[in-house]
T-cell receptor, first 118, second 111 residues
Framework: KAGVTQTPRYLIKTRGQQVTLSCSPI?????VSWYQQTPGQGLQFLFE???????NKGNFPGRFSGRQFSNSRSEMNVSTLELGDSALYLC?????????????????FGPGTRLTVL | GEDVEQSLFLSVREGDSSVINCTYT??????LYWYKQEPGAGLQLLTY?????DMKQDQRLTVLLNKKDKHLSLRIADTQTGDSAIYFC???????????FGKGTMLLVSP
C-alpha cells in the first residue's frame, strides 16, 4: 500500500510570492491534516479536511488556506509569502472510523515539503 | 488549548535504557502518541496509549501514563545508535484528527 505522498519535496520562493503544496493520502483515507514544522515553534497544526470540508483549523493567518478534492487529495496554499513561512510542511492522512473518538485513528505522515522563502 | 512539553535533549550510551518524559495539559486527550523523526524524514509513529491505560509495552518500547499528573514517558530498552533521532510526544485533546505536539526530544546514542 502506497504511503502518503507530498509534492514537491523542496521549494524555494521569494517574499511576496504564493505557493501551492500537494498531498495525496493513503488510498481509502478521507481525513487529511496539515502541520508546519519550524525550529522555533516546533510542529503546529494548520488545518484538517474530511470529505472536502475543513473540519478543524489551527491558529494561522488567513494567508494559509487549503482544500480537499473528491478523491481526498489535498492542497494547501500560502499567499504573500514571508520569510517566517520557511518550514517543513507535513501532511498526514487517517482512516476515519465511524464510532467516535474512542476508536483509534492513526495518522500517517508524508515526508514533507521543505519550503524556503528568500 | 492543549499544551505539550518535553525535555529537549537526552544523551545515552548504547545498550542503556532511555527515558523520555512529556507532560500535557488537556485531560480530555483520548490518545497519546510517540513519534520518531530522523533527519530529513517525516514522522514515524512509534507507539500510542489510550487514556484509560497506565502502561503499554511494545517490544523494546514501554509507555507509562500517569493521568493524574498528566505525565507520559517513553522508555527504550537496550538503546541502539540507530535510535538516535528526535522523539515527539503528541496528544489529541484539541480534536479527533488534530494533534498537539511537544517540541521534541533529541536522543543521542553514543557507542
Amino acid at each position: 500500500k502506497a504511503g502518503v505522498t507530498q509534492t514537491p519535496r523542496y521549494l524555494i520562493k521569494t517574499r511576496g510570492q504564493q505557493v501551492t503544496l500537494s498531498c495525496s493520502p493513503i488510498s481509502g483515507h478521507r481525513s487529511v491534516s496539515w502541520y508546519q514544522q519550524t525550529p522555533g515553534q516546533g510542529l503546529q497544526f494548520l488545518f484538517e479536511y474530511f470529505s472536502e470540508t475543513q473540519r478543524n483549523k489551527g491558529n494561522f493567518p488567513g494567508r494559509f488556506s487549503g482544500r480537499q478534492f473528491s478523491n481526498s487529495r489535498s492542497e494547501m496554499n500560502v499567499s504573500t509569502l514571508e520569510l517566517g513561512d520557511s518550514a517543513l510542511y507535513l501532511c498526514a492522512s487517517s482512516l476515519e472510523v465511524v464510532g467516535g473518538r474512542d476508536t483509534y485513528n492513526e495518522q500517517f505522515f508524508g515526508p514533507g515539503t521543505r519550503l524556503t522563502v528568500l | 488549548g492543549e499544551d505539550v512539553e518535553q525535555s529537549l535533549f537526552l544523551s545515552v550510551r548504547e545498550g542503556d535504557s532511555s527515558v523520555i518524559n512529556c507532560t500535557y495539559t488537556d485531560s480530555s486527550s483520548t490518545y497519546l502518541y510517540w513519534y520518531k523523526q530522523e533527519p530529513g524524514a517525516g514522522l514515524q509513529l512509534l507507539t500510542y496509549i489510550f487514556s484509560n491505560m497506565d502502561m503499554k509495552q511494545d517490544q523494546r518500547l514501554t509507555v507509562l501514563l500517569n493521568k493524574k499528573d498528566k505525565h507520559l514517558s517513553l522508555r527504550i530498552a537496550d538503546t541502539q545508535t540507530g535510535d538516535s533521532a528526535i522523539y515527539f510526544c503528541a496528544a489529541d485533546g484539541s480534536g479527533y484528527s488534530t494533534l498537539t505536539f511537544g517540541k521534541g526530544t533529541m536522543l543521542l546514542v553514543s557507542p
